[in-house]
């Protein structure tokens, strides 16, 4: 089980920190990522991060302004957003990869198996 947490309304410029607390499985196993879906708009990739929390991966999109990490021991996985755009408006969702200790990072959705409950992040102009 997922549960995302820390969105809400800031304006353009501003920073927000989203976090996901995991249960239910050996959460240290498991590859981590970031989607979003912003209004009329399909569903993207935003960041990842594997299993051990040492290899990263971005979109273009949020490259140099977005970080995500890990904390194994707290079960619980983070995106720092800095210097946030408009465009950055959207439901932010946590996913918990399907597979344990993938040797890669994966970007697509179907590979995620766990989703939590989507936060809310508006960014005004």
């Known amino acids: 089980q997922l549960q995302a947490y820390g969105g809400g309304l800031v304006q353009a410029g501003g920073s927000l920190r989203l976090s996901c607390a995991a249960s239910g499985r050996t959460f240290s196993s498991y590859g981590m990522a970031w989607f979003r879906q912003a209004p009329g708009k399909e569903q993207e990739f935003v960041a990842a991060?594997?299993?051990?929390?040492?290899?990263?991966h971005y979109a273009d999109s949020v490259k140099g302004r977005f970080t995500i990490s890990r904390d194994n021991a707290m079960d619980t996985v983070y995106l720092q957003m800095n210097n946030l755009k408009p465009e950055d408006t959207a439901v932010y969702y946590c996913?918990?990869?399907?597979?344990?200790?993938?040797?890669?990072?994966?970007?697509?959705?179907?590979?995620?198996?766990?989703w939590g409950r989507g936060t809310l992040v508006t960014v005004s102009s």
């Open positions: 991060i594997n299993w051990s929390g040492d290899i990263t």
């Open positions: 996913a918990s990869d399907s597979q344990s200790r993938r040797l890669y990072i994966s970007t697509v959705r179907y590979e995620y198996y766990y």
